[in-house]
């Protein structure tokens, strides 16, 4: 073990050969989740046209049952400009609409149509298809370790703060 002074830690070289399988299998599901052939071959199953960022403020709307553009692009951590030009894009599909907040008449919310709920509802339903036909060969045992296990390390993801050279954690909002 190193001294309490000392920046690095020992790892056992069994955990250390986990980590590094772990990280690179994050890494290519993170790829592949934000590709953007993958997503088209998904919206192309679908039947539907739909932008990546679009799909995924299409989402966040639905999810809040109505969200002003700021709100939208901090729980998305989207620019809001970019939030701002999606959402005008999505508006101009049909998918959403913009109206006036009853409280504030200078604020603006954004709801999903129906024909909104209905794409995401088809790339929703593509999504399911899809995972269930990637877990088909997977064993119940296996597939009930991951239902557990995943939700643990997204939850890890959102709680732990990264620690910086000098190993203490950054506790500043918005650093994990």
């Given at each position: 073990m190193t001294s309490p002074r000392s920046s690095t830690v020992e790892v056992d070289p069994g955990i250390e050969g986990d980590l590094g399988v772990i990280e690179r299998a994050l890494e290519q599901l993170f790829r592949l989740n934000a590709s953007r052939k993958v997503h088209g071959r998904r919206?192309?199953?679908?039947?539907?046209?739909?932008?990546?960022?679009?799909?995924?403020?299409?989402c966040r709307i639905q999810e809040e049952g109505g969200i002003q553009i700021g709100e939208?692009?901090?729980r998305t951590e989207m620019d809001p400009a970019a939030t701002g030009r999606q959402v005008h894009l999505l508006e101009g599909d049909g998918l959403v609409t913009r109206e006036r907040a009853s409280e504030d008449?200078?604020?603006?919310?954004?709801?999903?149509?129906?024909?909104?709920a209905q794409v995401r509802q088809r790339l929703g339903l593509v999504a399911e298809r899809h995972m269930s036909d990637v877990l088909s060969g997977w064993s119940p045992?296996?597939?009930r370790r991951l239902a557990v296990l995943l939700p643990r390390l997204v939850e890890g993801f959102r709680t732990v703060h990264y620690r910086g050279r000098d190993g203490d954690a950054d506790h500043r909002e918005g650093t994990t």
């Open positions: 919206a192309a199953a679908a039947g539907v046209s739909i932008s990546q960022p679009g799909y995924q403020l299409l939208l692009a901090r008449g200078r604020a603006v919310v954004v709801r999903i149509t129906p024909r909104g045992t296996d597939r």
